[in-house]
Structures are given as structure tokens and as C-alpha cells.
């Protein structure tokens, strides 16, 4: 089958601190891999997203390489700010047909000042 | 134009009422989405619309119907709703003119419709 596990939140970390939200998938075929963030009260924002093995998505400072051997999508961040406190979400896509995006659980971040 | 836009933001209705939820894009995009949010919850997959026709419907109960009248614009009429059925109702769009609407195509979401049952 097709899934994504996220680890556990909530996350938090003070400002200037590294961070690194774990996800691994399950997929049939050959997945897209996307990160999507929401911040509070409002939907979801594409933050990022790899089509293939080793291809690195990055976005205003976030970054996360498709790791076909370790089936993974870590997303990283050098530096969080305040502004970064979001829920984050894992999502893949297959060529299925079914026109549908396999979401993780979320990861709640907060970063404090 | 990337923009998905949901309307209203916010709505609270009585179990007795019958309200619709509309979502609207022109980025051209030949696929769109109902999903459901609970709280703490990742979205949950409502309605597939492709090309203006409903592909998926992931087993929602009949209170719920969606409609799509053109390309650009998705309803998700409501009649009859439980207080369980409160959530952030989100719309999405993929799929540009000319693309195959598969494993590359990423998803535009919506801001969300609130939607309160009481």
C-alpha cells in the first residue's frame, strides 16, 4: 500500500536552532514526494517537493532530498525563526490514477524567541 | 494567478439547514478536490473532480454533494449535517492546461471553509 509516516510532534525549538521533521513513505511505483506547510487558521502551502531518487526540493530555507534507499523525505532547516511555527505535512503522490496525495499525520513545529 | 479561493471562511449552520460550500480557481487547472480536516488531523480526501467530472468519491455520506459546474469553479452543497461534520473544509486545483494530471502535478489548496455544526 501507499502511506507516510511523519515523526511525532510537537516540535519545539527556540529560534537560530537546527531542525529536521522525519518522513518516510510506502509507495507502489515511483512517488512524487511533496512537504506542505499550514499555518494557523488557514490551508495548506506547498513548501516543497522532489519528482524523483536524489532530487533535492528547497524553499525559503527548507530543504529535503528523495532518499529512494531509505525510502525517506527528511525536511531540514539551518535556522528556524518564529515565523517558521506551522504544522507541517509529509505528502506523496502515485501515478495511480486516482488522483490522490497520501498524507502524514502533520508535525506541529513551534519556535520561541 | 495561483490562487485557490474559498468562500466563506467561516460558517456555522444549523443541522436543519441546507448551505454551500464554493471554491474558485484560474490557473486552468482540469482537476479539483474536496478533502476534510479535523482538528490535529491530516486532510482526509473527499471528492476528485477531473476534467469536470466526478472521478472519486471516497465513500462520503449523501448529506454531502458536490457539484462542478464549469472548469474553474467546485460547490460542495451541504443539507441535513451532524455536529460531527464540523471541520476545515478544503478545496484544491491541479493539473495546468496541457499536463498530465498524475505524479508530478502538485496540489494548490485553498485557505478552508470553518464550518461549524450546531
Known amino acids: 500500500g501507499n502511506s507516510v509516516t511523519q515523526m511525532e510532534g510537537p516540535v519545539t525549538l527556540s529560534e537560530e536552532a537546527f531542525l529536521t521533521i522525519n518522513c518516510t513513505y510506502t509507495?507502489?511505483?515511483?512517488?512524487?514526494l511533496f512537504w506542505y506547510v499550514q499555518y494557523p487558521g488557514e490551508g495548506l502551502q506547498l513548501l516543497l517537493k522532489a519528482t524523483k531518487a536524489d532530487d533535492k526540493g528547497s524553499n525559503k530555507g527548507f530543504e529535503a532530498t528523495y532518499r529512494k534507499e531509505t525510502t525517506s523525505f527528511h525536511l531540514e532547516k539551518g535556522s528556524v525563526q518564529v515565523s517558521d511555527s506551522a504544522v507541517y505535512f509529509c505528502?506523496?503522490?502515485?501515478?495511480?490514477?486516482?488522483?490522490?496525495?497520501?498524507f502524514g499525520t502533520g508535525t506541529r513545529l513551534t519556535v520561541i524567541p | 494567478d495561483t490562487e485557490v479561493t474559498q468562500t466563506p471562511k467561516h460558517l456555522v449552520m444549523g443541522m436543519t439547514n441546507k448551505k454551500s460550500l464554493k471554491c474558485e480557481q484560474h490557473?486552468?487547472?482540469?482537476?479539483m478536490y474536496w478533502y476534510k480536516q479535523k482538528a490535529k488531523k491530516p486532510p482526509e480526501l473527499m471528492f476528485v473532480y477531473s476534467y469536470e467530472k466526478l472521478s472519486i468519491n471516497e465513500s462520503v455520506p449523501s448529506r454531502f454533494s458536490p457539484e462542478c459546474p464549469n472548469s474553474s469553479l467546485l460547490n460542495l452543497h451541504l443539507h441535513a449535517l451532524q455536529p460531527e461534520d464540523s471541520a476545515l473544509y478544503l478545496c484544491?486545483?491541479?493539473?495546468?492546461?496541457?499536463?498530465?494530471?498524475?505524479?508530478?502535478?502538485?496540489?494548490?489548496f485553498g485557505q478552508g471553509t470553518r464550518l461549524t455544526v450546531v
Open positions: 490557473m486552468g487547472h482540469r482537476a
Open positions: 484544491a486545483s491541479s493539473g495546468r492546461p496541457g499536463q498530465i494530471i498524475g505524479v508530478n502535478t502538485e496540489a494548490f
Open positions: 509507495a507502489t511505483g515511483y512517488p512524487s
Open positions: 505528502a506523496l503522490r502515485i501515478e495511480s490514477g486516482a488522483n490522490n496525495l497520501f
